[in-house]
């Protein structure tokens, strides 16, 4: 018999929530950091592979800083919700008062890599270095080191070893599942906490084809959030993502959603709105490696 995924959470929630703040912008793709090309990742699904500058595109992610930050950290501010930012070091280096900002709200700080790039060509040295220096970045620029990694979306059969070097505790590029789980075999005698992230209620199904409308994106994260609620009360709890990006749901036309999830999350008894730390650190304590 298939057994269900479960996980007790404090105080007897029926669900806890975990809300990632992506923050990219600032540290992506262009020529103008040393990169072959543009950022390939835009809006509007405009990338020619050739060596120069998309300005419209940068623009774009400035957008995110600009105009985007302040509203999605109003609405966590305003409902009390904690979230986890999965930041790239360099975005914080180039742009403090988003570092400000996760200090400020008491929020997490997550390595989201030293910059976003994609690690997946690099050899163990050139990670290696990599994640040092993302982890040095982030403790300078919020006062405290990431114990999360998040990359972007590929990483190396090195990855998760040299995160266990590193002194993470916990790994999120892993799909499979609502409840965190221990990996024991990749670096036997010191298990790391792998706390699975999930993209189909992520924000970024706004901007990628085929697209959800804003109207969509609530719909189907109310959706997701009510099946798993109800699992919860019937005696199997488990975990909800809700990814987020800066430059998306921080648009006028779209943070209206988000309030309204919000608003519809609160409006239900016994839900645990946590960091991914937090969840770590609960698993570890009920489900001793």
Known sequence: MIREERLDWPGG???ALSIVVNVEEGSEMTVARGDKGMEPVDELGIHIKAPIRNYGNESNYLYGLKAGAPRVAKLLRDHDAKASWTVAALSLENHPQIAETIVALGHEPVSHGWRWVHQFKMDEAAEREFIDKAVKSIERTTGTRPYGWLSRYFHTDNTRRLL??????????????????WDRETVPGRPIVIVPY??????MKMWTDPAYTPANWLDYAKHSFDQLYREGEEGNPK????G????IIGR???IWALEEFLKHVRARADVWIATRREIAQHFA?????
């Open 198 to 203: 999930q993209l189909d209620s992520n924000d």
């Open 239 to 242: 975990m909800m993502s809700l």
């Open 244 to 247: 987020l990006h800066l430059r």
């Open 13 to 15: 929630a029926k669900i």
């Open 285 to 289: 304590k009920v489900c001793p490696a």
């Open 252 to 254: 006028p036309g779209r």
């Open 164 to 181: 266990i070097e590193a002194g993470f505790d916990y790994h999120m590029d892993d799909y499979s599942g609502d409840v965190p789980f």
